[in-house]
Structures are given as C-alpha cells and as structure tokens.
C-alpha cells in the first residue's frame, strides 16, 4: 500500500454526514486502572506503554501482557498547559524516553532509569526523535531546533512557533504545524525549507514511504503531497451547521503499514440552544465516541468498539498493529475518569 498512496484520492462520508458505517466489534481488552495516565506511548518492539499522569506527575511503564506498571520519574510540574501527549518523545531504539519538565528536555533510560538533562535553546515545550534515534528536534519559544541526543550541536531550525513535530521515516525531513495559523511546513533535516502549505491544520502524521502527510483539519482530515503540497481530502466528520462537539474529533493513528487510519469519532445530536441574539437555534453536540478505522486501500470504514453508551477516545496503534490502545471515558460524579484499554486488531 505505502507504495501506491499517490494515486488514491478518496472522499469517505462518515456517520455525521448522512451515511451508515458497518459495526465490526472488536474485542476490548481492559488495562488496570491504576495505569491510568493523560498520555500513553507504545515503546517500539515491546508491548509496553509509556504513560504520563497530570494527577500525580508520574511517568511510568505499563506492561500489557502482565498489567503491572513501573515508575520511572515525577515531573516537576505536571499541571503546565503543554500538551501531556507532546511532551512524551518515545525514542525509536526502545530504550529511551524524553520529556519536557520546567523548561529542559530530559532522557530517561527505560531500564536503569537513569536520566539526564539535554542542553538546549531556550524553553523547549515538545521533541520528536530522529527514527535512527540520534536526533532531536524540539520547539521552544525560540523556534525550531535540532540537537543530538547526547545534547551537542544545537542549531536553528526555523523560528516558526511549532506543534507536532514530526520526522519522516527516512530521517531526511522534518514536519510541523505552524502557529497559530495551522499552516504546514517541511524542513529538510539540514534546515532547506522544502514545503508550506495548508492552512489549519491540527495534527499531522508521516505515511511510512515518506512521500504523504496524514493531516487532520477541524471537520476532516486528509493526505497531503510532501513534494507539492497538494491536500486530498479522505473523510469528513460533518456536514451539520453548528457543528460544537465535532471540533473532538480529531485524533488519529496511522497503523505502521500505512493502510488504515484510526480515529475517534461520535455522532452528533441536535439541541436547541439561544444565540447570542437571544434567538434559539438548533446546536449539534457529541454525546458519545467510538473508534473508527477507515482502510485506505478499499475506502471502507467500520466501527470497531460498537458501543453507543460510551466514550472510546484517543486510539494509538502498537508497533505492529496488533492492537490499539485507547481511552474509555465514564463520568464520575462532576470528573471524568479515563481507563485504558485495548482492542484486538489480530
């Protein structure tokens, strides 16, 4: 598939958008609930999963075989406005993971917990590591950077403000999304602009050839040519006005061949709602979620978690696509509890 993924344009209709999508429940898996993080990683080649707590500040390791979990490190401050998920860089050799905690970036060794701060430019806020794990790139306030691992050979990338940093698979070029337009630009890892297109953007994920970005917008996501730019679209989440809950929509996983993309996504229900006027109108507001999975290569989507009373968020397929972790949202009392869980994709 990676290989023919410049010929496929596909507009797929979702649930939202007036067309049904086959149920095909796959089996849940619950993790215990004690490994209960904002952010959870799989660590390439195991199935192990790197997780981050807002509550207690603990970076941690869930094994999924025996569901025991291992602490590896506190952050200093965990109730910072970053993104936990950004934070966490999983380093492709498996045996590393660095975060950001008070303005440094930090290397931790998954198996002697050893750890130590990476000299860097400015405040760095997010990294992505380089798939031959010898690189990093990180955003600060100060712009784009590249550093060894080893914290040596800093240097300017791009002055842009930056989320989602992404290396493309053959480690020859570096993806983000720019703020606060949501604009997507590439870099050629030894800093050649290559590329800026689209406009926003919300997240955005290499195709395994290198070739395509997986980009998400607000209402649908789509692929788009590294080399031109051109932008594809593949689904949209609605074609409803007022769209208020669909904007939650938007997280996505690429399974590691590049064929299928998960998602979650709810069905939008109307309320009637007073404007700012004071003249009520009809609102659409997501009550629930399920995880989607669209194949690319037959344009088909199907409903893998089928249940209506919940909320399923926050897909990431493991390394070998065997499963997807993802969350289970239930309320509890005015909180919301998130349990983990996985779905057999085998």
Request: some cysteine; charged content about 25%; glycine content about 8%.
């Amino acid at each position: 598939m990676k290989k023919h993924l410049g010929l496929l344009v596909l507009v797929v209709m979702l649930a939202s958008c007036n067309s049904k999508v086959e149920v095909q429940k796959r089996t849940l898996i619950p993790l215990p609930k004690s490994a209960s993080a904002d952010a959870m990683k799989w660590i390439p080649g195991k199935y192990l999963l790197a997780g981050i707590s807002e509550k207690t500040g603990n970076i941690f390791i869930l094994d999924v075989s025996s569901g025991k979990t291992k602490k590896l490190a506190e952050l200093s401050n965990s109730k910072s406005t970053n993104d936990l998920f950004q934070k966490l860089c999983i380093v492709p050799d498996g045996r590393r993971i660095v975060y950001s905690d008070s303005g440094s970036l930090v290397c931790l060794e998954i198996d002697g917990m050893k750890k130590r701060k990476i000299k860097t430019e400015g405040n760095p806020l997010f990294a992505a590591a380089s798939p031959d794990s010898r690189f990093l790139a990180y955003a600060s306030p100060k712009g784009v950077f590249v550093v060894t691992l080893e914290g040596t050979g800093n240097r300017l990338l791009s002055k842009d403000p930056a989320l989602f940093l992404q290396w493309s698979p053959d480690g020859k070029k570096i993806a983000y999304v720019k703020q606060p337009e949501g604009k997507v630009k590439i870099y050629s890892v030894e800093g050649e602009k290559l590329k800026s297109f689209t406009d926003g953007a919300q997240g955005l994920l290499w195709f395994p050839d290198s070739k395509k970005l997986l980009v998400v917008k607000a209402l649908e996501f789509g692929t788009a040519e590294a080399e031109s730019g051109s932008y594809s679209s593949l689904a949209c989440f609605t074609t409803l006005p007022n769209p208020s809950g669909a904007a939650a929509s938007t997280w996505l996983s690429l399974s590691p061949d590049g064929s299928k993309v998960a998602y979650n996504f709810g069905e939008l229900k109307p309320h009637m709602e007073k404007n700012e006027k004071g003249k009520e109108e009809k609102v659409y507001y997501q009550e629930n979620s399920d995880i989607y999975m669209l194949d690319l290569k037959t344009g088909s989507t199907v409903n893998v978690t089928g249940t209506p009373d919940d909320w399923e968020l926050y897909p990431e397929y493991s390394w070998d696509g065997n499963y997807i972790f993802c969350y289970k949202k239930r309320q509890s009392g005015k909180d919301y509890i998130l349990t983990p869980q996985l779905i057999d994709m085998r």
